[in-house]
C-alpha cells in the first residue's frame, strides 16, 4: 500500500501536484485551513484542473489539520509566509518518519519549518512549472516546467521520486538543492521588485539595463560570500536571457501586486539583504531597491513584510 500523500495548500501548485497525483491513482488528501473551508470544499466535490482548455474534476478527499490519523509524507503548498503556521498546525501529527516537501519559493521559510518539525525529514523544492487560480478549488496549468527536489542534510533520494514519475510530475534529485534555490533567489531578486518598480513587464526592463546590472553585480558577491559561487556562476548574463526570452510575461510579484496579494519579499529580496547584513556586506543598490519596495507597497495598502 503506497504511503498516503497530504498536500496541505488547495492552491496553485497544491492543486497542480494533488491533481496529478489523485490522477495516477496514488492516494491523496488535501489539508484545508478550517471546517468551513473543508465544508465548501466537500459542497463543490473536488479539484478542478484545467490543461490546454480541457477542465478535469478529481474527487480527492479532504480534511482539516485536527483530523487523528498521522502524516507520512507532507506537501507544503503555501505561500513562504504561511510555512510555519501551517506546520505548526499538523505538528502532532508528524513523527520521526514523517517526510516534508517544501514548495516555497524564495529561501528563509525551509530552515523555520525545519525549527518546527525537528524530527522529520525536510526535502526543499524548486520549480519552474506555472499554475493560477481561475476560481475557488480551481487550477489552469499555465506552464509546463520542472521542479527540483533535494535535502542539504541528506544526498540520497527518497523512493518515492517514482510516484512524481507514475504521476507524470517532471523532477530529478538535486545533490545541490541550496545552489539552486540561491541562484533562483538571486534572478528574482535581480527583476521582479524592479519590474513592480517600473510597473512594466520583464521585457520593459531592457529599458533599464544599467540598473539591471548593478543588482546583478552586488548578487554576484552576495553569493560568493554565502559560500554559493555555483549560483553566482555568469549571473547578469543568465538575467539578461530571462528577461529576453520572458520579455511579454509578468513578474510573479508584479502579478502578486497588481491582484493586491501579499508578496513573498521577506523571503527573496529581504532575505537576500539579511544575509549580506549577517556577512557583513554592502549591497546599497539592493537595499535601496528593498527600501523602495516596501515604500511602494505601504503606499498601495499592502503588507510589505
Ligand atoms: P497559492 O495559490 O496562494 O496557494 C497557497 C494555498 O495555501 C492557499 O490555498 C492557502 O489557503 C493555503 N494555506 C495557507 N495556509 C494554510 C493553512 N494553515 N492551512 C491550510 N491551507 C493553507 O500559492 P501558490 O501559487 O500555489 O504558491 C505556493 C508556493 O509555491 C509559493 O511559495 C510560490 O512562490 C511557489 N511557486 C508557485 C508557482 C505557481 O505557478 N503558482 C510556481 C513556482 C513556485 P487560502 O486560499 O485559504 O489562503
Same mark, same amino acid.
Given at each position: 500500500?503506497?504511503?498516503?500523500?497530504?498536500?496541505?495548500?488547495?492552491?496553485?501548485?497544491?492543486?497542480?501536484?494533488?491533481?496529478?497525483?489523485?490522477? #495516477?491513482?496514488?492516494? /491523496?488528501?488535501? !489539508?484545508?485551513?478550517?471546517?468551513? *473551508? @473543508?465544508? +465548501?470544499?466537500?459542497?463543490?466535490?473536488? =479539484?478542478?484542473?484545467?490543461?490546454?482548455?480541457?477542465?478535469?474534476?478529481?474527487?480527492?478527499?479532504?480534511?482539516?489539520?485536527?483530523?487523528?490519523?498521522?502524516?507520512?509524507?507532507?506537501?507544503?503548498?503555501?505561500? #513562504?509566509?504561511?510555512? /510555519?503556521?501551517? !506546520?505548526?498546525?499538523?505538528?502532532? *501529527? @508528524?513523527? +520521526?518518519?514523517?517526510?516534508?516537501?517544501? =514548495?516555497?519559493?524564495?529561501?528563509?521559510?525551509?530552515?523555520?519549518?525545519?525549527?518546527?518539525?525537528?524530527?522529520?525529514?525536510?526535502?526543499?523544492?524548486?520549480?519552474?512549472?506555472?499554475?493560477?487560480?481561475?476560481?475557488?478549488?480551481?487550477? /489552469?496549468?499555465?506552464?509546463?516546467?520542472?521542479?527540483?527536489?533535494?535535502?542539504?542534510?541528506?544526498?540520497?533520494?527518497?523512493?518515492?521520486?517514482?510516484?512524481?514519475?507514475?504521476?507524470?510530475?517532471?523532477?530529478?534529485?538535486?545533490?545541490?538543492?541550496?545552489?539552486?534555490?540561491?541562484?533562483?533567489?538571486?534572478?528574482?531578486?535581480?527583476?521582479?521588485?524592479?519590474? /513592480?518598480?517600473?510597473?512594466?513587464?520583464?521585457?520593459?526592463?531592457?529599458?533599464?539595463?544599467?540598473?539591471?546590472?548593478?543588482?546583478?553585480?552586488?548578487?554576484?558577491?552576495?553569493?560568493?560570500?554565502?559560500?554559493?559561487?555555483?549560483?553566482?556562476?555568469?549571473?547578469?548574463?543568465?538575467?539578461?536571457?530571462?528577461?529576453?526570452?520572458?520579455?511579454?510575461?509578468?513578474?510573479?510579484?508584479?502579478?502578486?501586486?497588481?491582484?493586491?496579494?501579499?508578496?513573498?519579499?521577506?523571503?527573496?529580496?529581504?532575505?537576500?539583504?539579511?544575509?549580506?547584513?549577517?556577512?557583513?556586506?554592502?549591497?546599497?543598490?539592493?537595499?535601496?531597491?528593498?527600501?523602495?519596495?516596501?515604500?511602494?507597497?505601504?503606499?498601495?495598502?499592502?503588507?510589505?513584510?
Amino acid at each position: 500500500m503506497s504511503t498516503t500523500w497530504h498536500v496541505l495548500g488547495a492552491g496553485s501548485l497544491g492543486t497542480l501536484w494533488a491533481a496529478r497525483l489523485a490522477r #495516477a491513482g496514488l492516494p /491523496v488528501r488535501l !489539508v484545508l485551513r478550517n471546517e468551513e *473551508r @473543508l465544508q +465548501a470544499y466537500r459542497a463543490v466535490g473536488g =479539484l478542478t484542473l484545467v490543461e490546454q482548455g480541457q477542465a478535469q474534476c478529481y474527487p480527492v478527499p479532504g480534511e482539516t489539520a485536527h483530523s487523528p490519523e498521522p502524516i507520512k509524507r507532507l506537501l507544503l503548498a503555501c505561500k #513562504a509566509y504561511d510555512a /510555519v503556521a501551517a !506546520v505548526s498546525s499538523v505538528a502532532h *501529527r @508528524l513523527s +520521526a518518519d514523517s517526510e516534508l516537501i517544501l =514548495l516555497q519559493n524564495g529561501l528563509g521559510s525551509q530552515d523555520a519549518v525545519a525549527q518546527c518539525a525537528p524530527l522529520a525529514r525536510c526535502i526543499s523544492a524548486s520549480s519552474t512549472e506555472g499554475a493560477f487560480r481561475d476560481g475557488d478549488w480551481r487550477v /489552469v496549468f499555465a506552464g509546463h516546467g520542472f521542479t527540483w527536489l533535494g535535502d542539504p542534510a541528506h544526498p540520497v533520494a527518497p523512493f518515492w521520486l517514482d510516484d512524481l514519475a507514475i504521476a507524470g510530475i517532471p523532477h530529478e534529485w538535486s545533490a545541490d538543492i541550496l545552489t539552486r534555490l540561491w541562484r533562483k533567489l538571486a534572478l528574482n531578486c535581480a527583476i521582479n521588485p524592479l519590474t /513592480v518598480l517600473h510597473h512594466c513587464n520583464n521585457g520593459g526592463l531592457q529599458a533599464h539595463r544599467c540598473e539591471v546590472a548593478t543588482l546583478c553585480a552586488e548578487l554576484t558577491d552576495l553569493l560568493e560570500r554565502c559560500g554559493q559561487p555555483s549560483a553566482a556562476e555568469d549571473l547578469q548574463p543568465e538575467v539578461e536571457r530571462v528577461i529576453q526570452a520572458t520579455a511579454v510575461n509578468y513578474s510573479s510579484m508584479y502579478q502578486d501586486v497588481s491582484h493586491r496579494r501579499r508578496t513573498e519579499i521577506s523571503y527573496l529580496l529581504g532575505h537576500a539583504c539579511k544575509a549580506a547584513r549577517r556577512h557583513e556586506l554592502a549591497v546599497p543598490h539592493l537595499e535601496q531597491v528593498r527600501q523602495r519596495l516596501i515604500a511602494h507597497l505601504e503606499n498601495l495598502g499592502l503588507p510589505s513584510d
